[in-house]
């Protein structure tokens, strides 16, 4: 099993800047990827990014390609989504969660949210004025 921790959530005026964090415990040995889940109220749970494994792979949802980099540091089990120009329509509360794979270098792209099994608590991102 793995256990996931999100912190660096805030408010931010718009145009601004925020790095989220997720830390990883547990079973960190196997293969798994990463992904970042965003909701706002009202709506579903919307996958933002993912990583491979081995960080190779990485994959972004259109709203955010160009602003968003999401990137991981095995040796510290740790992965990380910079956030840049960000827009009100960003605020939503933002999830890590892991799927195991079968590899290192499996396109996370390929995974389904219904495969993370693992997930963070959450936490708050707020773009506003």
């Known amino acids: 099993q793995l256990q996931l921790v999100e912190s660096g959530g805030g408010l931010v005026q718009p145009g601004g800047s925020l790095r989220l964090s997720c830390t990883v415990s547990?079973?960190?040995?196997?293969?798994?990827?990463i992904g970042w889940f965003r909701q706002a109220p009202g709506k579903e749970r919307e996958e933002v990014s993912c990583?491979?494994?081995?960080?190779?792979?990485?994959n972004y949802a259109d709203s955010v390609q160009g602003r968003f980099t999401v990137s991981r540091v095995n040796s510290k089990n740790t992965a990380s989504l910079q956030m840049n120009d960000l827009k009100p329509e960003d605020t939503a509360v933002y999830y890590c969660a892991a799927a195991f794979t079968t590899s290192q270098g499996m396109p996370c792209v390929l995974l389904k949210l219904t495969e993370y099994d693992y997930w963070g608590q959450g936490t708050q991102v707020t773009v506003s004025s």
């Open positions: 547990g079973f960190t040995e196997a293969y798994y990827a």
């Open positions: 990583i491979s494994g081995n960080g190779d792979n990485t």
